[in-house]
């Protein structure tokens, strides 16, 4: 096996890089690198040496190269170590344990792309291991990789030890789902989805690292089926367990069970939701946060979540069948009320006229408890399934850390508000203004309902009272003088009565600085690849069908789900996939760009499943249809799994497609993902029928249905 991937060898010393600058001793240890191993160049080694090689390293914490910071620092270390050309020095990165899957020993994926014009592809199925080299112009990173050091000393950069990491911790949870009765409005229902009886659902913690277990027991009492997605989670390696019901997996019967089991590689702001019907419009949603062990880029005293959703007092079930009838003329459901973290407010004197029981003591609002002088980070998850909000936190300014699970570069952007859209998340250090009133140490945190976008048709809604709705979700920051943060780092969280007729005082009416996705770069400067392989345009559209229900689609076809095996069974066993699945084929490690066009009124929020991808180019309300003669493309942009398209306007998004497997795109609204605003991206085939194999009680999910696998 011919190496061309890998790290610098067995020292046990550890080198650390602190804000670009290497400490002594580095210049010497790397000469001694270099003389044990600047002249074993992989060339000169046989297929077995080679292999032995990356099976004795692979197990070392060995270098891994970022961005192009890092790279700056190795040229400089490698050349200093000799001033001749030709030495060569193993790096982390291989795709031993999956081939053509790069990642650097903690698992993180390679994405950092500088590699020599002649150097072989990742697709190479002979090159396994990374190295670099010392020429005379300068380092190259073999294979299309890259390296990578942390200049800000998370843990240590050059990391060169002789002894294995610890094992990933494995994380487990149980979770039964069923029905509860309750009124998180104050409006009496019998309709919330529940894990263990709880709503909201429990928030899921765990380590970057870890690998996460989770056991859902489907106790629901009408005998629904269903499924669990983990959003933002990229399920390398797992693509069953991402959760889309009859694209990636058969859904849980009723009263069966199934494990959940994947690693999780990435860290940040996530959370899970049922993907199968419109569960999770019901309350069948949670927080989902993975940590990092030692926090250094934007470290933080305590933390807390908020997660914001509309609310419905008809069931799903109700709200589906109506909006996929001739009733609904296409408009999704109005929702009654709005909810922050399973708490919200509705007029009781029109849920009588709707024969709803209601009780205003239930109403309640949550509140968050900090500590003065410390720095907080607040968390923001917007769970609905049509919702779009503001939101803000009175007299406080919002420092932006990260954007739908991706760091961004320091210094954060500072805002007054942000807009967030159904899927997206983001997290803030709060920052309260010099000279703020004092207010008890109270301060709201808004949550204010975009009206605009919450299409409705006069007089056919499933709800008889739409502008009933109370369109300002409220939490409040209580501020004390010291306050115990708990074992998870997690704030103090109480609840407090907050009525109908309950006010808080009124914002000042100043003008607010929004944050756009234009101010922000993900943490190392990851640019988009310049080049593109393949391209899909993807018209919305909304049409009748033959029945005459009016359906979202993209280019006039809606999706609809297969019987029988799920697509991604269907794909690994080389069965044709019907077309109204609308199958788009990806060659694997190929660069995809998508461009979005939207001629309708409103907005869409656009979600890729397994991926996230570079925002190319987001036209303003208006711009009309993406021309790339006249629409500028944007290397630089961050990186998002959920993007927003605006009204009569275009939405340009490239990703890598590293990732093989079976991947839905669609529409994050859930009335729309309903009707079939989705395409479905058929991944690396080849290395997917290859690498990926069914766990056993992953197939049995599709035996319980009787389908034969």
């Known amino acids: 096996m011919h190496i061309t991937l890998y790290s610098i060898l067995l020292v046990s010393t550890i080198l650390t890089v602190c804000n670009g600058q290497l400490l002594e001793p580095a210049a010497e240890l790397v000469k001694e690198i270099y003389w044990n191993l600047g002249d074993a160049k992989p060339a000169m080694m046989n297929q077995e040496e080679n292999s032995n090689l990356c099976k004795n390293t692979k197990s070392m914490s060995l270098v891994s190269i970022m961005d192009s910071a890092d790279q700056k620092i190795i040229n400089r270390i490698t050349k200093g170590a000799n001033n001749s050309a030709g030495s060569n020095f193993w790096l982390g990165g291989s795709d031993l344990e999956q081939e053509g899957r790069w990642v650097w020993p903690d698992g993180t994926r390679i994405k950092y792309f500088n590699r020599w014009n002649s150097a072989p592809s990742l697709s190479n199925t002979q090159e396994n291991c990374m190295f670099t080299s010392v020429w005379g112009r300068g380092n190259w990173l073999s294979t299309k990789c890259s390296m990578t050091i942390s200049p800000l000393c998370e843990q240590s950069a050059f990391r060169l030890i002789d002894k294995s990491p610890p094992p990933p911790t494995i994380v487990r949870y149980n979770f039964n789902i069923s029905y509860i009765n309750g009124a998180p ?51 390398y390696g797992t693509p069953h367990d991402d959760g889309p019901s009859q694209v990636t997996q058969c859904p849980i019967k009723s009263h069966r069970s199934y494990t959940y089991r994947f690693h999780l590689h990435q860290s940040g702001t996530f959370w899970y939701h049922s993907h199968h019907a419109s569960q999770y419009t019901e309350g069948l949603w949670g927080g989902f946060i993975v940590r990092k062990r030692v926090e250094t880029v934007h470290p933080y005293d305590g933390e807390f979540t908020v997660k914001l959703t509309e609310w419905y007092h008809q069931s799903g079930p109700e709200n589906e069948a109506w909006h996929l009838s001739t009733r609904s003329q296409g408009a999704p459901p109005y929702p009654d009320s709005v909810l922050v973290n399973g708490m919200g407010r509705y007029n009781c004197k029109y849920a009588v006229l709707k024969n709803r029981t209601c009780s205003y003591r239930a109403q309640q609002m949550p509140v968050f408890h900090l500590e003065e002088g410390k720095l907080t980070k ?80 006069p007089g056919t809604n499933i709800n008889p009272f739409p502008d009933q709705i109370i369109t300002e979700g409220v939490g409040m920051l209580q501020y004390h003088n010291s306050v115990p943060v708990g074992g998870s780092n997690s704030v103090p969280v109480s609840k407090e009565p907050f009525y109908y007729s309950d006010t808080i005082p009124p914002r000042i009416n100043t003008p607010q600085k929004f944050l756009t996705d234009s101010d922000i770069t993900p943490l190392g400067g990851m640019t988009a690849p310049s080049t593109v392989d393949q391209q899909f345009v993807l018209n919305i559209q909304f049409g009748r069908d033959s029945e005459g229900i009016v359906r979202a689609s993209f280019n006039g076809t809606p999706f609809q789900l297969p019987s029988g095996k799920p697509i991604l069974m269907k794909m690994l066993q080389n069965i044709p996939l019907p077309l109204e699945t609308i199958p788009l084929r990806l060659e694997y490690m190929s660069v995809v760009q998508l461009v979005i066009n939207n001629p309708i009124d409103g907005p869409h929020p656009m979600h890729l499943h397994g991926h996230h991808f570079w925002i190319m180019a987001s036209g303003k309300e208006g711009d009309g249809n993406f021309d790339p003669k006249i629409h500028p493309l944007r290397l630089n942009g961050i990186l998002r799994d959920t993007a927003m398209v605006k009204e009569r306007s275009y939405l340009v998004l490239r990703f890598v497609a590293d990732n093989s497997g079976v991947w839905t795109f669609h529409c994050h609204i859930d009335w729309h993902n309903l009707s079939g605003m989705v395409v479905t991206f058929i991944e690396g085939e080849d290395e997917a029928r290859k690498n990926i194999r069914l766990a056993n009680n992953s197939t049995q999910l599709c035996r319980d249905h009787g389908i034969i696998v």
């Open 378 to 457: 607040m968390r923001l998850i917007n769970v609905g399934g049509r919702a779009m909000f503001n939101v803000s936190v009175d007299h406080h300014t919002l420092v932006v850390v990260e954007v739908d699970g991706i760091e961004v570069a320091k210094p954060g952007k500072v805002v007054d508000a942000v807009f967030i859209a159904p899927g997206q998340r983001y997290a803030f250090l709060l920052k309260k203004n010099e000279g703020a009133p004092g207010n008890c140490g109270r301060f709201p945190i808004r949550a204010v309902l975009r009206t605009e976008y919450l299409f409705v048709v």
């Open 185 to 235: 409005d104050g409006v009496q229902t019998s309709h919330i989805l529940t894990i263990n009886g709880k709503f909201p659902a429990p928030t899921i913690l765990a380590y970057q690292g870890d690998i996460l277990e989770v056991n859902v027991i489907n106790s629901i009492q009408d005998g629904q089926n269903v499924t669990l997605h983990w959003h933002g989670i990229h399920q």
